[in-house]
């Protein structure tokens, strides 16, 4: 496999997968070059990310509109779970095994091709 150089201070480039798009940056100059189409998936996944969080912020706002127009009858839907101390959503998944981290992944975060 060919070395790559960096075009501005002839360092050798480090090539990084980030999610699943592999992008070369330069160590030196912290200068970053994406290969044809690279910038399409990143910008794909960015919006994909983008609309996940759209959704779900619509979700919130339906589940407050409902709790508002009639209390009891979303208590009713929602009954409360001792165990996790809260009420329980349609969309909660059974899976417990991320409950003992407190660190979330955030989701896609285009900048994340920094770190």
């Known amino acids: 496999m060919p070395l790559i150089l ?7 480039m480090q090539k990084v997968s980030r999610e699943g798009v592999d992008i070369d940056i330069c160590p030196e100059c912290k200068g970053v070059w994406l290969d044809r ?3 399409d998936k990143l910008l794909n996944l960015e919006r994909a990310e983008f609309e996940s ?6 979700r919130f706002h339906q589940e407050v509109n409902d709790f508002r127009r009639d209390p009891e009858d979303w208590r009713k839907r929602h009954p409360y779970d001792e165990q996790r101390g809260r009420h329980r959503y349609d969309d909660d998944d059974d899976d417990d095994s991320h409950r003992g981290s407190r660190k979330r992944r955030r989701g896609f975060d285009l900048f994340d091709i920094f770190d």
């Open 6 to 12: 960096c075009p501005n201070d002839n360092s050798h």
């Open 37 to 39: 189409g690279e910038l």
């Open 53 to 58: 969080q759209a959704k779900a912020q619509q």
